[in-house]
């Protein structure tokens, strides 16, 4: 009987099918290019095709990545005015942006004050401040929660019984004890000594972890080893904090449970999770008030058009630092913007940083103030409209298409990549029908920070391994 040889390529296959089942990460369908948003050139299409049939015989074989839905957590929480909800999103900007100038060291004089913005950090305002959320189930037999995602926290964290100062939430507080895969790290763990802040709770000899955020607030507990339920995609020993005592966290929406951190740092979900996915993840964020689309984020290698471009990205702080070298409006270089506002200087001070968790964009005062008076040179033939202590250039329109209005186009120029801005991403809606204002404001900081409302639309894309950023406009789906 002759003897049948097997190639390892059919040995791999046949290893992939069988393993599937045993493995507890499953594979997710690829983004498709966006058909509504066509290239000029007639070319795009046969290369987006091309380049669509390579992805999906790779996502057969080896690629594996995560699909999720964001909710924004203000669609949690029902009840309060567009006004109100406006307030609400400025307040956390503030928050957020006092938030990362601490952990850049620039707490103190510099911090972001203007008018009613000059930072109560007191009240409903939950100092993390991230702005998007997604589902996850903790245990062994999921208890599901809403958790932030958060690309400025370095530690994953649930609040867990038993609580001494917990906040109150809706959904079922997670108890570690009912768990079979939760287990605390020791105090000499390696772990344990990496996280910035840990110590060790002599009396069960285990790690102890905490997080101190802006206006004396704090998560604190054990820090320990979990399975996490994504969509029905289960990920084994992620570390994260089991809170016990929490102080001034999220008093304005009992809907959120935690954080998952997508920092650079090494106890983040998305540095645990890098083996399996390439140490990538992508995002495309919406207009929750405009826009029919759902925002999305994918952990994992995503499909993205030939025309992405891509800056380096630099770790400070374990935030996504890049080199933002000026701007343009309509088509023309805004001449007071000088590439040393946006440097990191000699004591650290500075430099610009892409955050998921603001709404606007903060530009150190001079660079802000170039850039607004070559915005209002270039629509003043519009109809302007009286600013207020947030926004100090707005409009009155008489259309709620904001994707219409006649304004210039700004480009913001980073290094070996420039990004164009539309409407979409310039304008942003205030108060009375009709009002809108310039979504950037000016900061005392010599940090800058890139916020949500000029990512809208645009697929971003975190490469780690190759310490990248890209902005895809094609892919948001």
């Keep these: 009987m002759e003897k049948t040889n097997f190639s390892p390529f059919l040995f791999s296959f046949l290893f992939l099918i069988f393993s599937s089942e045993l493995q507890t990460f499953v594979l997710s369908s690829l983004p498709k290019p966006n058909s509504i948003s066509p290239s000029p050139n007639n070319s795009w299409t046969a290369q987006a095709q ?9 996502q057969n074989s080896t690629v594996l990545n995560l699909v999720l839905r964001l909710e924004h957590v203000d669609a949690l929480a029902s009840g309060l005015s567009s006004e109100e ?80 100062k917990c906040y109150g939430q809706i959904d079922q507080i997670f108890d570690p004890t009912q768990s079979s895969s939760f287990w605390p790290f020791t105090c000499r763990s390696k772990v344990c000594r990496r996280l910035p802040e840990s110590k060790c709770i002599r009396r069960t000899k285990t790690c102890g972890y905490q997080v101190t955020y802006v206006g004396g607030s ?49 106890s983040s979900f998305i540095s645990q999770i890098r083996d399996r996915f390439g140490y990538k993840f992508s995002y495309c964020l919406t207009d929750r008030f405009n826009s029919s689309q759902s925002s999305s ?53 500075g430099g610009v940083v892409i955050d998921s968790g603001s709404t606007i964009t903060f530009l150190t005062q001079p660079a802000y103030i170039a850039l607004r008076d070559a915005f209002r040179a270039a629509t003043s033939s519009l109809k302007s409209s009286p600013g207020d202590s947030h926004f100090d250039t707005c409009y009155q329109f008489t259309s709620e298409n904001v994707s219409q209005f006649p304004v210039p186009t700004v480009v913001m120029h980073f290094k070996d990549a420039d990004v164009s801005l539309r409407a979409n991403n310039l304008m942003t809606a205030v108060g009375d029908f009709g009002r809108y204002c310039f979504a950037f404001t000016g900061t005392k900081s010599k940090m800058s920070i890139i916020g949500n409302i000029q990512q809208q639309g645009i697929r971003v894309v975190y490469d780690l ?13």
């Design 50 to 58: 091309a380049q669509a049939q390579n992805m999906s015989k790779l």
């Design 297 to 349: 984020i994918v952990f994992g290698p995503t499909w993205v058009s030939p025309g992405t471009v891509y800056t380096p990205l630099i770790n400070k702080d374990n935030l996504y630092h890049m080199k933002l070298e000026g701007f343009s409006v309509g088509g023309v270089r805004v001449p007071g913007i000088k590439r040393k506002h946006f440097k990191i200087d000699f004591w650290g001070r």
């Design 465 to 477: 391994e190759q310490e990248k950023i890209g902005f895809d406009p094609r892919t948001c789906v």
């Design 85 to 164: 909800l406006l307030s609400l999103q400025l307040k956390r900007d503030a928050a957020r942006a006092n938030y990362i100038f601490a952990r850049a060291g620039e707490l103190g004089s510099n911090l972001y004050r203007r008018g009613n913005l000059s930072l109560q950090l007191t009240g409903s305002v939950m100092p993390v401040n991230s702005i998007y959320s997604i589902r996850i189930g903790i245990g062994t037999s999921p208890r599901y929660m809403n958790v932030l995602l958060d690309t400025g926290s370095n530690v994953n964290w649930v609040q867990c019984l038993p609580c001494q």
């Design 218 to 266: 704090y998560s604190n507990g054990e820090y320990g080893s979990e399975t996490m339920t994504f969509e029905g995609v289960r990920f084994q020993n992620v570390a994260f904090g089991c809170a016990h005592d929490d102080v001034n966290l999220f008093r304005a929406n009992h809907y959120i449970a935690g954080i998952l951190g997508l920092s650079w740092s090494k």
